[in-house]
């Protein structure tokens, strides 16, 4: 099994930055990707970005530029470096280990961009 735990939502103003902590734990070894996703209210949850076991990165086009995936390895964390928020980033956002037995999702972290 794989655990995963988000950290680093709240509030913040538009135009600001916030990090995104993501630790995961346990069966880590059978993990193909790892993923931050989102759901803004009454919408789809959508993906954000996303970082597979060879490093490689993708993002939903809308958000290159603004957004950054990484990882450090030593602490089986993925960070979600976001700069340049605005309003319409508001929404939770999730953790998920793409494996081929399924995916595991985090609890989710709010994140609130004020105007």
Known sequence: QVQLVESGGGLVQAGGSLKLSCAASGSIFSINAMNWYRQAPGKQRELVAGITSGGGTYYADSLKGRFTISRDNAKNTVYLQMNSLKPEDTAVYYCNADRVSGSVWG?????????
Do not use: E, K, P
Request: aromatic content about 0%; hydrophobic content about 35%; proline content about 0%.
């Open 107 to 115: 609890q989710g972290t709010l994140v609130t961009v004020s105007s």
